[in-house]
């Protein structure tokens, strides 16, 4: 079987500013910003983030384990739509994976453990202060037997 994918880098800041009034018992602020100064970036940019998402993913075992009725149910293409924060210190952080129902297990864990491994990014800034920024990322893969 051969396996293709390639990673969507688009980034959408989310359209609504969350509550401020979300705020843990140790003061960090888990507001997340729309409007920002600076926006968060990768090291090595929109390049530098699909080259690591390329670099890390592995999907052999998810291809592996697509039978005919898993490829009838989740189709040769799948996107993985993530929603996450890049927190004040340039963690990625609070990701969700939004449509876990709709691609397979296999995929779905592997994609998560590729965003839970990035390196830190340099994170937005408001007046010269990082905040929290909340982006969306899509990772689509093309599976062929």
Known sequence: MRLYFYVLTFF???TNQISA????QTNVDT?????????????????????????????SRAANNLDS???VKYGLRQEAQFEFMVCQDGEICDIKLL???????????EAL???RRSPKWTPGLIDGKPVRTRFRQAIVAFFDN
Request: one cysteine or more.
């Open 21 to 24: 009034q979300t705020i843990s």
């Open 69 to 71: 009725a898993a490829y």
């Open 99 to 109: 449509n876990a129902d709709k691609i397979s297990p296999d995929f779905a864990k």
């Open 12 to 14: 959408l800041c989310t």
């Open 31 to 59: 507001t997340a910003q729309l409007n920002v100064d600076v926006v968060p970036q990768f090291k090595g940019g929109v390049r530098g983030w699909q080259k690591f998402i390329t670099q890390n993913i592995d999907l």
């Open 113 to 115: 453990r590729v965003m």
